[in-house]
């Protein structure tokens, strides 16, 4: 049973809006409504062209079929299904190309939607509607345009369902629905289904509950489970016995709908396999938030390069996102838990695009996601008492706040440190050198006859002071790139934490609630010792993704940390061969 979320009379026309929202990937508007008796799905546009206004300024790249735009523009949006987020417009020039979809506004007006009714009667009279037939539907569902007399605008929300079929057209069925306890709703009927998620990522966000997982009794088995051992440093995860690396390289252009949409693929290859894949960076967006969604409660997943709407295809810029790219797929390879998860190996093992787009409707569906995937976890350790968890809890807040704050610092310098480096110094040096050769040039003038062997001296002093402005000047790019690079990756991993850790919190404090419960006889005995139980492997999953974290940090800061320093030695190094060989050009008085 759906219950209405608004309800509205008009006329002799009863509205019963059940559900309203968004297409997630081609953002049409979709209401499922009952009008009088009939079960209705409005979707706004379909196949108009819709008015809307430039929020910002936007420069078109030649040769990639974008528009130019300027704030305050009025477009026609003429395709909103380009995906990537961008939309085909016209402006009023009768020009067409691509636009950021975040750069526009549309303008509400007297739009027109489709309609799609449960019933072998017209659609309410007072609906103009212009009557088709769907095939295979039997004469009962009914597709007709409408002119809302409502402002459906006041309805509207975000959500996501999977439009990924075959065809690349979605159809929605109905035959009742159930509320899942993921917080995510299915509709089945006999056409399709539609899945429909109640958050971007169900059962994780900035108030996770906890509660889904502390009261559940069962445990996954056979290649769900998550085992948790005691190792040297405490609890740890299971690591593979062959660690799990790929390579992501030859980044090539590509063009879909015959060069209207242009896009870079990459090529990557597993060590497991040496076979390589392809993929877009849409398909990295793709694995990052199957990634969030199963595992963010458990484990900390950075966020991948941001996307980027101007300049994307020059040559800077796809060396810097393959290496960034490279930095992310690196860290999550080198993970126990996500290397060997069912998404991950899809990504890097696939074989054609039918394995590729069923591995993903498979990982779509995945129930053990948000806080349901500690029920996968089984800690073959004694249970902690809860005061423990508390402990361990507290230390591990405290450290990445620290870190956090020690990293932002770092990068703050680095920042300020390579900016100094490519101006003030860089010019310091050059008007170091400049001077002494002006020097040099002044004592020129003097005709005394053994004045050359100084002015040549100096002369080539001043040169080298204008050499060592180069070498300061470019130095940053080979050493302190590395430092600010491997800083961004943990500020972004540390940026996690907090989410991850509240969800921990968020249980600690239910538990804490349990004697009050079991007093006011909400929950039995039994329950509160379930909660305890649940709640000491929430804290071991936790203690063996710190111990990972740890093991990361020390090899990663030990390793950047040496190789910065070699670097810095020989950029020190040149300098001073630089400075010898002018020293070695004035003679002893």
Aim: charged share 25%; net charge negative; proline share 5%.
């Amino acid at each position: 049973m759906v219950h209405p979320v608004r309800n509205r009379t008009q006329g002799n026309t009863s509205f019963s809006v059940l559900w309203f929202g968004q297409h997630y990937h081609s953002r049409k508007h979709v209401v499922l409504i009952w009008i009088n008796t009939q079960l209705t799905v409005l979707c706004y546009p379909y196949v108009c062209c819709v008015q809307a206004q430039v929020l910002y300024d936007f420069t078109a790249e030649p040769g990639n079929n974008e528009l130019s735009v300027q704030e305050g523009e009025i477009l026609t949006v003429t395709n909103q299904n380009v995906g990537s987020g961008w939309v085909e417009a016209r402006n009023s020039r009768g020009n067409v190309g691509l636009v950021p979809e975040d750069y526009i506004e549309g303008v509400n007006g007297n739009e027109t939607w489709t309609a799609t009714t449960w019933s072998n009667n017209n659609p309410v009279d007072n609906w103009n509607y212009a009557e088709q037939e769907p095939a295979g539907n039997n004469g009962k569902w009914k597709t007709f345009t409408v002119q809302p007399p409502l402002n459906i605008y006041d309805y509207l929300s975000i959500y996501e369902w999977d439009d990924d079929s075959d065809d690349g057209k979605s159809t929605v069925g109905y035959g009742g629905s159930q509320m899942e306890e993921g917080g995510t709703m299915q509709r089945g009927g006999a056409h399709s289904t539609m899945k429909i998620s109640l958050n971007k990522f169900p059962g994780f966000s900035k108030t996770p509950n906890p509660e889904v997982y502390l009261l559940t009794k069962s445990v996954a088995k056979g290649n769900d489970k998550l085992p948790i051992y005691a190792g040297e440093v405490g609890p740890v995860w299971l690591y593979p016995q062959i660690q799990l690396d790929c390579v992501v390289a030859d980044p090539k252009k590509g063009s879909k709908m015959y060069g209207l949409k242009s896009y870079i693929e990459y090529q990557i290859t597993p060590n497991t396999t040496n076979r390589p894949v392809n993929h877009r960076y849409k398909h990295f967006d793709w694995l990052y938030e199957r990634l969030v969604e199963k595992f963010a409660c458990a484990l900390p997943i950075p966020c991948l390069p941001d996307k980027q709407v101007t300049g994307r295809f020059e040559e800077e810029f796809i060396k810097m996102r393959m290496e960034r790219l490279q930095g992310w797929m690196s860290r999550m390879c080198r993970h126990p838990v996500i290397s060997n998860s069912e998404v991950l190996q899809l990504f890097l093992n696939y074989r054609d695009e039918k394995e590729w787009k069923l591995g993903k409707r498979k990982a779509e569906k995945d129930e053990f996601v948000g806080v349901k995937i500690f029920s996968t976890i089984d800690p073959e350790l004694p249970e902690l008492d809860p005061g423990q968890v508390e402990q361990k809890y507290e230390m591990y807040s405290q450290f990445t706040r620290s870190m956090d704050n020690s990293v932002k610092e770092l990068l703050a310098v680095g920042h300020l440190h390579w900016k100094r480096c490519t101006g003030p110094l860089q010019k310091e040096y050059r008007q170091i050198g400049k001077a002494f050769q002006n020097l040099s040039s002044v004592f020129n003038t003097s005709a005394y006859p053994r004045e050359s062997t100084l002015t040549e001296a100096l002369s080539a002093t001043g040169k080298t002071y204008e050499e060592i402005a180069e070498l300061v000047a470019g130095q940053p790019k080979k050493d302190l790139h590395f430092l600010m690079e491997t800083n961004n990756e943990y500020k972004g991993l540390l940026g996690c934490f907090p989410d991850t850790i509240a969800v921990h919190k968020a249980a600690i404090d239910k538990v804490k609630e349990a004697d009050h419960l079991v007093t006011m006889n909400k929950i039995s005995q039994q329950d509160k010792h379930i909660m305890e139980k649940n709640l000491s492997t929430m804290s071991y999953a936790l203690q063996a993704e710190m111990n990972h974290f740890h093991s990361n940090r020390i090899y990663d800061y030990n390793r950047l940390m040496q190789f910065y320093l070699e670097e810095q030695v020989k950029f020190y190094e040149t300098i001073a061969e630089k400075l010898k060989k002018a020293l070695g050009q004035y003679t002893t008085m």
